[in-house]
């Protein structure tokens, strides 16, 4: 799993991280979560997960570039957001390119497609149970983003606009 964030207060990570630790202890312990990005809770958030005793199960980065983001991202069973603020987050849009189901809050205004074409979980309190169903599901969310990623390419907006003209001409 993994978490593309800045480290602050309405991104909700602690929230995370603790619902990362149900998942463990109720599931499986087969897998870590990636968080990427920085912040000034940071240190809160990796005391958070020594508390908790999965420090070993998080890795956190730090801010990375685009490059090598992506390789994590790609490889998750599931990007996690728990946001109670933002309206649009360009790591959605990057991880259904990559094929990467995402569990989210439904602030998000990504969550509206996300729900319809089933490309992950779109959740106000998810939780363990989700990050479950993502993993035993996996292959269907990925396939499903697999498929609709080429509705987020520039290729398909093109197409899109050529199709507005073609009718405006008749």
Request: glycine share 4%; aromatic share 10%; proline share 2%.
């Amino acid at each position: 799993f993994v978490v593309c964030s800045q480290l602050i207060e309405r991104k909700r990570i602690n929230g995370i991280i603790e619902k990362f630790a149900s998942y463990l202890a109720k599931y499986s312990l087969d897998y870590s979560l990636y968080i990427i990005g920085d912040g000034y809770l940071e240190n809160a958030l990796k005391k958070e997960s020594s508390d908790l005793n999965i420090s070993e199960k998080i890795i956190f980065t730090g801010k990375l570039n685009h490059s090598e983001m992506i390789p994590i991202l790609k490889k998750a069973s599931a990007l996690l957001v728990n946001t109670i603020k933002d309206n649009s987050m360009i790591s959605i849009v990057e991880s259904i390119a990559v094929g990467t189901p995402i569990i989210t809050t439904d602030i998000p205004l990504n969550s509206r497609y996300i729900k319809r074409y089933e490309l992950g979980i779109v959740k106000n309190q998810w939780n363990e149970q989700d990050l479950y169903e993502i993993a035993v599901n996996n292959k269907k969310y990925v396939d499903n983003c697999i498929m609709y990623r080429y509705s987020l390419s520039t290729e398909r907006r093109v197409d899109q606009f050529i199709g507005i003209l073609l009718h405006m001409e008749d």
